[in-house]
């Protein structure tokens, strides 16, 4: 019988023991489920900002789509006034040859003085 008590002391002991080391565990296991919810609350937060950060990416990109066709339109309207500036540019030298004529045809009539007088005044306005 004593020797049966002296297991039963040492098997509460151990259950003691056991126990103990079973409220340590579960101690540990709490402050390591605090810890992950520190952390996935964190997570969350990150989360929130990426996604405001994604949500202004699509706003920067489509304020650079917009300012691509406004850049487009630019460039066709530019196409357009190179095309208008030659046709200007084109029509000048129509307008010289033809000055040129009319210069030639009063400068051709004779014994007026007047229209030698003209046509240096056309010629300086030509330049």
């Known amino acids: 019988m004593e020797q049966l008590q002296e297991q039963l ?12 080391s079973v409220e340590n565990l579960n101690i540990g296991i709490a402050k390591i489920n605090e810890r992950l919810d520190r952390i ?3 997570l969350d937060k990150v989360e929130d900002r990426l996604d405001r950060v994604e949500e202004r990416i699509n706003q920067i990109q489509a304020r650079l789509n917009s300012l691509e066709k406004r850049i ?5 309207r530019f196409d ?5 500036f030659e ?21 051709k009539i004779d014994g007026v ?15």
Do not use: H, P, W
């Not at 002391?9 to 103990?20: C, D, K, P, T």
């Not at 487009?72 to 066709?76: T, V």
């Not at 003085?113 to 330049?127: C, E, F, H, M």
């Open 9 to 20: 002391a040492s098997l509460e002991r151990v259950i003691q023991v056991l126990v103990g």
């Open 40 to 42: 996935e609350a964190r």
């Open 72 to 76: 487009g339109r630019f460039d066709e």
């Open 80 to 84: 357009e006034a190179d095309v208008r």
């Open 87 to 107: 046709m200007i540019q084109f029509n000048f030298e129509n307008v010289d040859k033809k000055l040129d004529f009319v210069i030639q045809e009063i400068v």
């Open 113 to 127: 003085t007047r229209y030698v007088d003209i046509d240096k005044n056309l010629k300086a306005i030509k330049s």
